[in-house]
């Protein structure tokens, strides 16, 4: 079994400031798919042009933190957000549900296709085959954090997380 590296979620601070893994994985997961995205579009003439996707980018942001946000808040604890609704907005407390996050995408992305006048399908594709990259970089966070690991198991792989010192477990984030 191995032993759960002691990573701390902090990458790096800056006197006050402290860079999380999460907010570099968030960072690289979109910025990369934004690259992609770009060119996908320019190689398939696309309706949607790489100049559209920059803008996109800030809808995209939107759609990710907001309802990954909401959707940990209403699925998980909804009580305990609605007895102290200021804690909503503590998000470096941890607490984003990808499914929040995909149904955010998806209403953001409409409203822009709508704004833009141009296929909700089309914007959805590129989205979908960039979104890969996203997850990706999501899924090395989760296991910085020893968090999302999977059932317990004697393989030889198997991993002993800070939150369960008892049983190797899966990495099934890295899966």
């Known amino acids: 079994m191995i032993v759960f590296p002691d990573i701390d979620p902090i990458a ?7 860079v999380y893994w999460y907010g570099i994985a968030y960072t690289f997961g979109i910025l990369l798919g934004l690259y992609y995205a770009k060119k996908l579009s320019k190689n398939y003439s696309l309706e949607i042009t790489p100049k559209m996707l920059d803008d996109y980018l800030l809808y995209l942001v939107i759609g990710v933190i907001v309802g990954g946000r909401l959707g940990y808040v209403f ?14 907005l503590q998000i470096r407390n941890g607490g984003m549900s990808f499914h929040g ?16 006048k141009i296929s909700f399908l ?6 979908s085959i960039v979104t890969p990259i996203g ?26 997380f800070p939150m369960d010192i008892y049983h190797g477990r899966h990495p099934s984030q890295i899966y």
Do not use: H
Request: without cysteine.
């Open 101 to 116: 996050g995909l149904i955010g995408v998806g209403l953001v992305s409409y409203i822009f296709s709508i704004r833009y």
């Open 12 to 18: 790096f601070s800056f006197g006050p400031i402290s």
């Open 75 to 88: 699925m998980y604890d909804p009580i305990k957000y609605l007895m102290n609704p200021l804690e909503i």
């Open 122 to 127: 089309s914007l959805v594709d590129i989205v």
């Open 135 to 160: 997850i990706f970089f999501g899924r090395i966070a989760n296991f910085i954090n020893g968090e999302l690991y999977g059932r317990i198991t004697d393989l030889p792989w198997a991993i002993q």
